[in-house]
């Protein structure tokens, strides 16, 4: 598909030529008034015999700008590819490539324009270059997506401007590239990268001491002042004649499901990520350390959309946890939590610790709590509660005027009534984690780590 438009020299001299037009032509209705009037000419010397000249520069200028049109008509046969990475972040800038060569024997000025997605940002958009002939160009821009999900770039417009320089020709090339978007891995690699407990502290991961010991034995190591008694092996002591302890471990081989909600409640926003995006970001590292500790990871979605993986062990796992979770997204649709729970009862019996990330309401709560009495006959449940930052930045505001007390007044009761919910829930015996959608990842963690050395998995 081309199109074709007159370039901003051209359309200032047509603007100029047409002007000149307009004042000949009233000067030529002001003479005739005149001479009509009083009986006398009032030409200028010379300008009455003009009128053919005039005609024929016009004539002059109209086919040069035809044949400058007819020339440049045919458009350069440019090859251009396209260069992305198959695997892009969310709401991650990353460098998009295109490489052009110019078949013609002249330097052609381009202007590239790349056809992104309505929900992709880009920087530089679009593209100039001076094209020498027979040499490989490498131009390239930030793209930056908002949406998880496959992303594809059908076509790229490349302008040119005509020979004489009158026109700008513009060519549509079909040139589809395929990528997809997942959720942002930058807290999965960082948390990859910590290695010491000083380091995981950085994402406000505490490693509390355990009161008691693990149950999985780990390795044999030499006494250490403060080791119990029972954790002494006589038989390794005696042949190796000095105190030997065993040492254990958190127990490993457990298994952790992931509840996501996929629902209207979801949908809510803070800044340009959404509560859906938070829970899913923090569920993924969450994981990321159950697969490192040695555990099983599962995830099921309720919703919008049912999906279920049952659980895998190993890193190399992460993958598939990811592709099959990467392009869901929520919607107005009321999540069935009773539902839900009868079906994981039906899908995995076996003990495992279940995780749910939602946003309960008070109407929420009987239906809640019933489907979490299913799941408690065999599953030890962790409840995460997500909570608008908007309500605490409504109580760190002063109160000024009386809209303002019944916004503060409003926030109040809805926070008691949030609370109490959370107590009925704990009263059941659910472990809870009450936290601001930014905050999650690190409470998620904690309270695994906690559940692991408690021992009641």
């Known amino acids: 598909m081309r199109s074709l438009r007159p370039t901003k020299q051209t359309l200032v001299g047509g603007m100029l030529l047409l002007l000149c037009l307009l004042l000949w032509q009233g000067y030529g209705a002001w003479q005739a008034v005149n001479t009509k009037s009083t009986g006398l000419p009032l030409a200028l010397p010379g300008v009455a015999d003009e009128t ?58 381009l202007e590239i324009f790349d056809f992104l997605p309505d929900h992709c940002d880009s920087d530089s958009l679009p593209l100039t270059i001076s094209a020498i002939p027979g040499n490989e160009h490498v131009i390239s821009y930030n793209c930056c997506p908002r949406r998880r999900g496959p992303l594809r770039i059908s076509c790229c417009a490349v302008r040119i401007v005509s020979l004489l320089g009158f026109w700008q020709l513009a060519k549509v090339h079909p040139l589809s590239s395929e990528a997809r978007v997942y959720p942002n891995f930058e807290a999965i690699v960082g948390y990859q990268m910590l290695a010491t407990d000083h380091q995981t502290s950085q994402l406000g991961i505490k490693r509390r001491p355990r009161r008691g010991q693990g149950m999985d ?5 030499e006494y250490r002042r403060g080791d119990a008694l029972r954790q002494i092996d006589w038989k390794a002591t005696a042949r190796r004649q000095r105190l030997i302890s065993r040492e254990y471990q958190d127990e490993r081989d457990q298994q952790v499901i992931l509840m996501l909600d996929s629902g209207r409640r979801m949908l809510t926003q803070e800044g340009i990520t959404t509560h859906f995006d938070h829970c899913l970001n923090g569920l993924l590292v969450l994981s990321y350390v159950a697969l490192k500790q040695g555990d099983g990871v599962g995830m ?3 919703g919008s959309a049912n999906r279920y993986l049952s659980p895998v062990k190993g890193l190399t796992n ?44 008070d109407e929420d709560t009987a239906e809640f709590v019933s489907a979490c009495q299913l799941l408690q006959k065999s599953h030890l449940v962790l409840v995460a509660n997500l909570r608008e930052s908007a309500l605490d930045k409504v109580l760190a505001t002063p109160v000024g005027d009386f809209s303002q007390a019944l916004r503060y007044a409003g926030t109040v009761k809805y926070l008691q009534q949030r609370d109490k919910v959370q107590i009925r829930l704990r009263a059941q ?14 409470e998620l963690i904690n309270s695994y780590f906690a559940i692991k050395r408690t021992g009641v998995l």
């Open 318 to 361: 992460m993958s598939r946890l990811i592709n099959q979770f990467y392009d869901l997204y929520p919607d107005k649709s009321a999540p069935d939590y009773l539902e839900a729970a009868e079906a994981l009862v039906n899908r995995y019996r076996k003990r495992s610790l279940l995780v749910f990330a939602t946003n309960l309401r």
């Open 217 to 221: 034995f780990h390795q044999l190591r």
């Open 52 to 109: 053919p000249v005039l005609m024929l520069l016009l004539a002059i200028v109209l086919m040069v700008l035809l044949s400058d049109l007819i020339l440049s008509w045919p458009f350069p046969n440019i090859t251009l590819k396209r260069r992305v990475a198959r695997s892009l972040s969310l709401d991650a800038w990353t460098k998009i490539e295109l490489a052009l060569i110019n078949p013609q024997n002249r330097t052609l000025e």
């Open 429 to 442: 015996g659910l472990f809870v984690i009450d936290s601001l959608p930014q905050q999650l990842t690190p």
């Open 300 to 302: 099921m979605s309720f």
